[in-house]
């Protein structure tokens, strides 16, 4: 079983910065992508960004270009969000999970395309 636990989440005023971790079992965690999604209450998850296996490529919806990075450290099966600039409308819960059907940009913003997902991390923006 894969399992995937989430840290980093907390609260922080507008402009703020934080970063988000999720480490992963098994002894295959190098060879798929990895995706951050968040959900808040009454909406659907958004994708919010995914990088391949190798770390060699990454995306991002739109709304978080510029602002938030995607990295992974293999070595240490583990991924990473950091999130500057925070806004208010980023509030949500944040969760990561493994791609395991991924091969196109559509692909990736497809959550039925993750198999494993963390327990989510909450962060919140105040104004």
């Known amino acids: 079983q894969v399992q995937l636990v989430e840290s980093g989440g907390g609260l922080v005023q507008a402009g703020g910065s934080l970063r988000l971790s999720c480490a992963a079992s098994?002894?295959?965690?190098?060879?798929?992508?990895m995706g951050w999604f968040r959900q808040t209450p009454g909406k659907e998850r958004e994708f919010v960004t995914a990088?391949?296996?190798?770390?060699?490529?990454?995306y991002y919806t739109d709304s978080v270009k510029g602002r938030f990075t995607i990295s992974r450290d293999n070595a240490k099966n583990t991924v990473y969000l950091q999130m500057n600039s925070l806004k208010p409308e980023d509030t949500a819960l944040y969760y990561c999970?493994?791609?395991?059907?991924?091969?196109?940009?559509?692909?990736?913003?497809?959550?039925?395309?993750?198999?494993?997902w963390g327990q989510g991390a909450q962060v919140t923006v105040s104004s």
């Open positions: 098994g002894r295959t965690f190098s060879t798929y992508a």
């Open positions: 990088i391949s296996a190798s770390g060699g490529n990454t």
């Open positions: 999970a493994r791609n395991n059907v991924g091969y196109t940009f559509g692909d990736y913003v497809q959550s039925r395309n993750y198999d494993y």
